[in-house]
Nanobody, 123 residues
């Protein structure tokens, strides 16, 4: 069973940066895709980015492409989300997720989830 633990959230001012981390324990198969989602109060959970474990190929939500960057470290079983120049609308709980297979943009297509880490951006 794959277990995911997020960290790195916090309270920042608009324009500042954060890097979220996701520690993975359990058997990660090369066929896995790791994803980041976020959920703001009163809104549905939305896709942010995904990375294919085997080759590092990435995918992003169209609205966030070019702003955030997802990466992985195979040696330490970590996934990261670099978030520069944060905006108030980025405020949300950010979740790490895993699925077997290619990247998908819907939350229900991911089998494993972390507990989430809060990101709060003040304007």
């Amino acid at each position: 069973q794959v277990q995911l633990v997020e960290s790195g959230g916090g309270m920042v001012h608009a324009g500042e940066s954060l890097r979220l981390s996701c520690a993975i324990s359990g058997p990660i198969l090369t066929s896995y895709t790791m994803g980041w989602f976020r959920q703001a109060p009163g809104k549905e959970r939305e896709f942010v980015a995904a990375i294919v474990w085997s080759d590092g190929s990435t995918g992003y939500a169209p609205s966030l492409k070019g702003r955030f960057a997802i990466s992985r470290d195979e040696t330490t079983n970590m996934v990261y989300l670099q978030m520069p120049s944060l905006k108030s609308e980025d405020t949300a709980v950010y979740y790490c997720a895993a699925r077997r297979g290619l990247p998908r943009g819907r939350a229900y297509e991911y089998e494993n989830w972390g507990q989430g880490t809060q990101v709060s951006v003040s304007s």
